[in-house]
């Protein structure tokens, strides 16, 4: 059993927007650091944006001033909003977590290896 489950992808126009969304079954989300990452054919996967325990927040430059990454803890969900989509925004995106202790809630993880948790990643194709 996947212990993430990304939604919202899907095909949007250059300009456009798109919602994504992360939710788990299993792991209760308030307690785990949590970000987003992307992935095209051929390359690595990089970090597109990430969620302190706390709610602090850091996006990649590539989509600085375009996206914003927040949670719904009430709703077990984590969001990334897309916005001014660009085709170079095509990729897999992936959601990830990482347990996070009282004593790290402000930590922001931003390297690939420091999750524990990924899902199987949801597809967005931005048109131009």
């Known amino acids: 059993q996947v212990p993430l489950v990304e939604s919202g992808g899907g095909l949007a126009q250059a300009g456009g927007s798109l919602r994504l969304s992360c939710t788990s079954s299993r792991l209760t989300l308030s307690s785990y650091g949590m970000a987003w990452f992307r992935q095209t054919p051929g390359k690595e996967r990089e970090w597109v944006a990430a969620?302190?325990?706390?709610?602090?927040?850091k996006i990649a430059d590539s989509m600085k001033g375009r996206s914003e990454i927040s949670r719904d803890n009430a709703k077990n969900t984590l969001l990334l909003q897309m916005n001014s989509l660009e085709p170079e925004d095509t990729a897999v995106y992936y959601c990830?977590?990482?347990?996070?202790?009282?004593?790290?809630?402000?930590?922001?993880?931003?390297?690939?290896?420091?999750?524990?948790?990924w899902g199987q990643g949801t597809q967005v194709t931005v048109s131009s």
């Open positions: 990830a977590a990482r347990f996070v202790d009282f004593n790290n809630v402000y930590y922001i993880a931003m390297g690939l290896n420091e999750y524990e948790y």
């Open positions: 969620i302190s325990r706390a709610g602090t927040t």
